[in-house]
């Protein structure tokens, strides 16, 4: 599992809230990224991280911020959610060569 | 632009059949591809990566750059096999995956 959680696994929070991400990693790599799924879509890029501080923008980043103060981790926040952020989140890592590896998820419900 | 396509939203076979699960891509240099898979409820795995030209679980794909297509091929799907499979695409700077729609493989027994 490439040594990645996530935390909250589910959560349900009502619109206008502000909701943070967490993702956790324990092998020290520098690459993080932010992916939602949705049935249709696929996985998108929100956000990622090339390391402490250094963020960009993905394909879907609009009403979401990260933040890396350290390296093994990388919050994702919904700065006040909306119910078309009710998604299923992941976090990746990018180790060694070109491919990711995935954490297990966050359900996110926004009612 | 790079475009990741999975044609089939849906696919069933029988135990025991061949799979072949499509993938078109349309990058403008020279692309990187990925398998991953993911089983009820659970995390993506890496499946397969073009470079390394292996066989997991007795999958394969091959890169046809004249067709620009990735299919994931196995000669006799097992129950086991059904799940959610994803094609991905690396785009420049090796941050940007982009990942087809999905295509969901069900074994019927």
């Known amino acids: 599992d490439a040594g990645i959680t996530q935390s909250p696994r589910h959560k349900v929070t009502e619109t206008g809230t502000p909701v943070t991400l ?15 799924q949705d049935p249709g879509h696929g996985l998108r890029l929100i956000h990622y991280s090339y390391g402490v501080k250094d963020t960009d ?43 990711q590896f995935f954490g297990p998820g966050t359900r996110l419900t926004v009612l | 632009a790079q475009r990741v396509t999975q044609p089939e939203k849906l696919l069933s076979v029988f135990k025991g059949a061949p799979v072949e699960l499509k993938c078109n891509y349309s990058y403008s240099g020279s692309p990187e591809l990925f398998w991953y898979v993911q089983y009820s409820r659970q995390r993506l795995q890496l499946l397969l990566r073009h470079i390394s030209r292996e066989s997991i679980k007795g999958f394969t794909a091959d890169l046809n750059k004249g067709e620009t297509s990735f299919h994931l091929k196995k000669p006799f799907a097992q129950e086991e ?29």
């Not at chain 1, 700065?79 to 990018?94: H, N, P, W």
């Not at chain 2, 094609?87 to 074994?107: P, S, Y």
Request: charged share 20%.
């Open chain 1, 22 to 36: 967490r993702c956790h990693q324990t092998e020290n790599h520098r690459y993080m990224y932010w992916y939602r």
């Open chain 1, 57 to 99: 923008k993905g394909e879907v980043s609009d009403g979401y911020s990260v933040s890396r103060s350290k390296t093994e981790d990388f919050l994702l926040t919904l700065e006040s959610a909306t119910s078309s952020q009710t998604s299923v989140y992941f976090c990746a890592i990018r180790a060694g060569g070109s491919e």
């Open chain 2, 81 to 109: 096999d059904s799940a959610m499979y994803y094609c991905a695409l690396i785009g420049t700077g090796a941050n940007n995956l982009f990942f087809g729609t999905g295509t969901r493989l069900t074994v019927i027994p």
